[in-house]
């Protein structure tokens, strides 16, 4: 059917009409849309932007569990308790005033009396504080402080001389009225300022850029050194301005008519001691409060996150706070876990150096710790296992989401991850064994009235550490008891914090008379079967050096020397050296060189590599003499430490194989369920080196040690009834005072040795007589709590 041209040009129109309202609605959607969108950005967006900055989530640290550390068998050493600490946080809902919280929470918990300061400290952290505090001043010491403000006024030049001043008179201007200065060195520079400061102070400073620079220019400052300072203009009148700003607000107010407050900010302002006037009981309540306030003011924490008041209070502090907690807007008291470490079996200290302890980050490494995602708050590992092993027993701490405001104030929490707790450490020891190697070297120096001895045993085939063991030591969980730790620390803790095991150096006496044979036979100054006659002692040079036993030992070959410790036989030897460095065309300085090889292949001189902290290479000396070089053969002249004698008798024991010692046997996987503590880390034996002898000169070593201990040997008295053959090697080393140290290293049983042992007792006399008994008793509890052929199911 065909339209008609008519028709057609009548619905045109129509069509064209229904277009043109369709796009007319589409343009008036459009038109709303966007008149909308405009309103809504420019007549709402302030408003928007306002709630939307109302509000932002952040993200607080859960704190992970530590891990465990366990002994060979399970048993816990180290474990968590629960401890109360008080915490503060910022309520947005209301106005908390923080001074006052701070001076009824001072009064409910006990602070040590060595955080207190003079009363300029005082006065210094109330104004830092912008706290209120008693200020009474007497007339006189009213007066004083006028007169000596008024003086540094007037000292200071006017602000239209401080144009005129040279770079150098701006800093010291700038020093004096606090003005922050920056200035950064050319190289160039800070070559000639460093050395124009050691000319004039004998100081000597690193050359390096970033902090230095400050302390350098303090100290240009300080020494009033002329220095050719480069100044763009635009940083000269930047200081200009702050320093001419900084002099108005002095001056703007006669010293005459400054309150007291004003005088003593003035007085905090120039460095001048300040009297408040304070009754003692006045200055503790005040010292209370404020110290309470800077925690919880927490300069630099964000407003959302909790202060830390104090950890671990007592159970009368908590109640106390608890009955008040109405009054103490913001305050809360939490439960924190904190170590508790296991002690002996009379309640004494146990492994004391092995395990070490944790505390709050040292301020100098906090930059260090907070880039490994730490927070100021935590606690890390100081010393021992707890720090050696920090980044395994920490675990990783959860989240919380926390909701804040504009002003960073908390508003809600939600848990966003759990935490995981810390990995467990299995020891190589056996915390029973550990115990009575501790009780028997106590009991042994008492009775001598000895003050300090140390023993180390360890397994010579895996390097374990079967007991580690310094006298004195201390109760570790005395670190989470702040009450008495402050009351002892000088006198019961300080000095006796150091592990001597890995860092204590000491002459090793005639226990290093092995490694000297050894170094001769295979060097070819001696044959094993050579026989060197001894009549009393030998001419080195021009002087007579004696042999312990004045008489002589007459004939001695290679093992007798080791039996009967046989001084002169070393002499020789070591002159033997000294002879053939001249024959190759050396100084006999030189063949110090060759003792520090022979020696460091056994780990004398050197770390041994065990996984505890701190660890130090001995003491090698430094006066090459040949008398020094002969006295070094019989342990007389470099200072080794008890882990590396244990180590170089290991090293005997196993036929020659340096291997690191280690006090942990496995690491677990952290978890709540003790099914769930899955190994995760089995170490195993680690051979740092084998040495390069001969395997026969070694037997000769060893077979020479096992003489000892027979008759006519130095410790036969020591071992003459034990149930099994043991080497050993006494020492008796000279001190330069009224006693010698006394030491003894060794292994047992001689054909199948499970264990090695080195003992050291400063001032304690002959080996034989102090270190002897001491290694024999620990040989006969090991026999008694394992059995010699049971025992090797230990060390599996």
């Known amino acids: 059917m065909q339209i008609e041209p008519d028709q057609q040009r009548q619905k045109d129109p129509e069509i064209l009409f229904r277009v043109n309202i369709m796009f007319l609605a589409v343009f008036i959607c459009f038109v709303v849309v966007i008149l909308r ?28 569990p530590r891990g465990h550390i366990l002994d060979r068998n399970g048993v816990v050493l180290v474990d968590n308790k629960p401890v109360f600490t008080v915490k503060f946080m910022d309520k947005p809902e209301e106005k908390i005033n923080k001074e006052k919280v701070a001076e009824d929470l001072a009064t409910l918990l006990d602070w040590k009396q060595e955080e207190r300061g003079d009363d300029r400290k ?7 504080l912008q706290a209120s505090f008693p200020i009474m001043l007497t007339p006189e010491e009213r007066q004083r402080l006028r007169t000596q403000i008024q003086i540094k006024l007037d000292a200071l030049p006017s602000p239209e001389r401080i144009d005129l001043l040279q770079p150098v008179e701006l800093f010291s201007i700038a020093k004096e009225v606090h003005v922050p200065i920056k200035y950064v060195f050319t190289d160039v520079e800070r070559t000639q300022a460093l050395e124009l400061l050691r000319k004039k102070t004998g100081k000597t400073l690193p050359n390096e850029q970033g902090s230095n620079d400050r302390v350098l220019l303090t100290e240009l400052i300080k020494q009033q050194i002329s220095f050719p300072y480069h100044f763009e203009k635009k940083q000269a009148d930047d200081l200009v301005r702050k320093i001419k700003s900084s002099m108005e607000i002095l001056r703007e107010t006669p010293v005459t008519k400054q309150s007291d407050r004003k005088l003593i900010e003035n007085a905090r302002f120039f460095f001048l001691d300040v009297k408040l006037g304070h009754s003692a009981l006045q200055r503790e309540q005040t010292w209370r409060k404020l110290l309470v306030l800077e925690r919880m003011v927490g300069m630099g924490v964000p407003a959302f996150m909790p202060r830390q008041i104090k950890r671990n209070i007592t159970a009368f502090e908590d109640a106390r706070i608890e009955e008040r907690l109405v009054e103490l807007p913001g305050v809360y008291v939490e439960v924190e876990p904190l170590r508790k470490v296991k002690t002996d079996a009379n309640g004494g200290p146990l492994a004391t150096h092995i395990l070490g302890y944790i505390n709050s980050i040292d301020p100098q490494f906090v930059k260090e710790y907070k880039s490994k995602q730490y927070s100021g708050n935590e606690l890390v590992g100081v010393a021992g296992l707890e720090n050696y092993y920090e980044s395994q027993l920490r675990g990783k701490n959860g989240a919380m989401a926390v909701q804040v405001n504009r002003n960073s104030e908390f508003v809600n929490e939600t848990i966003k991850r759990i935490a995981e707790p810390g990995n467990d450490l299995i020891l190589t020891l056996d915390w029973r064994f550990q115990d009575k190697v501790e009780e028997i070297l106590h009991k042994s120096l008492s009775q001598k009235n000895l003050k300090v001895g140390h023993a180390v045993v360890m397994v010579p085939s895996t390097g374990e550490i079967l007991a580690l063991a310094n006298y004195p030591d201390y109760d ?13 620390y000088k006198t019961d803790i300080l000095p006796y914090e150091d592990n001597k095991i890995t860092r204590g150096a000491y002459a090793p006496g005639s226990t290093v008379k092995p490694v000297s044979v050894m170094l001769a036979l295979q060097e070819g100054l001696v044959s094993p079967s050579e026989t060197i006659m001894d009549r009393g002692g030998i001419y080195v040079g021009n002087r007579f050096k004696n042999n312990w036993l004045r008489s002589g030992h007459g004939a001695v070959d290679a093992r007798r020397a080791l039996q009967v410790s046989n001084n002169t036989y070393m002499y020789e030897v070591g002159l033997r050296l000294a002879r053939k460095g001249n024959r190759e065309g050396k100084h006999y300085s030189e063949q110090f060189e060759v003792l520090d090889y022979y020696n460091s292949q056994f780990g004398l001189g050197v770390k041994t590599g065990i996984d505890l902290p701190g660890e130090k290479t001995g003491y090698r000396a430094d006066d090459k003499y040949l008398g020094n070089l002969v006295d070094a053969f019989i342990g007389q002249y470099n200072n080794f430490t008890p882990m590396q004698l244990c180590q170089y008798v290991s090293t005997i024991a196993n036929g020659g194989y340096r291997i690191k010692p280690h006090v942990v046997k496995e690491i677990r996987k952290g978890a709540s369920n003790p099914a769930d503590r899955t190994p995760l880390t089995k170490v195993k034996p680690y051979v740092i080196n084998k040495v390069v002898i001969d395997p026969k000169w070694i037997k000769v070593a060893q077979e020479g040690m096992a003489k000892v201990t027979q008759p006519n040997g130095t410790a036969y008295r020591n071992f003459k009834d034990f149930p099994f053959p043991v080497a050993a090697k006494t020492g008796t080393a000279q001190t330069g005072g009224n006693t010698d140290n006394a030491l003894i290293v060794g292994y047992a049983p001689v054909n199948n040795p499970q264990i090695a042992f080195a003992v050291v007792v400063p001032g304690g006399g002959h080996g034989a007589d102090m270190s002897g008994p001491i290694a024999k008793q620990i040989l006969e509890e090991y026999v008694k709590m394992y059995g010699i052929e049971q025992s090797l199911k230990l060390i599996r």
Do not use: C, H, M, W
Request: aromatic letters at 12%; a negative charge.
């Open 476 to 488: 570790l969980n005395l670190y989470y008891d702040r009450e008495t730790f402050s009351k002892v």
């Open 37 to 64: 969108l405009a309103y809504v950005q420019v007549v709402q967006g302030e408003l928007f932007a306002q709630e939307l900055e109302k509000y932002s989530l952040k993200e607080l640290p859960i704190p992970a």
């Open 122 to 128: 005082l006065a210094d952290l109330g104004i830092q």
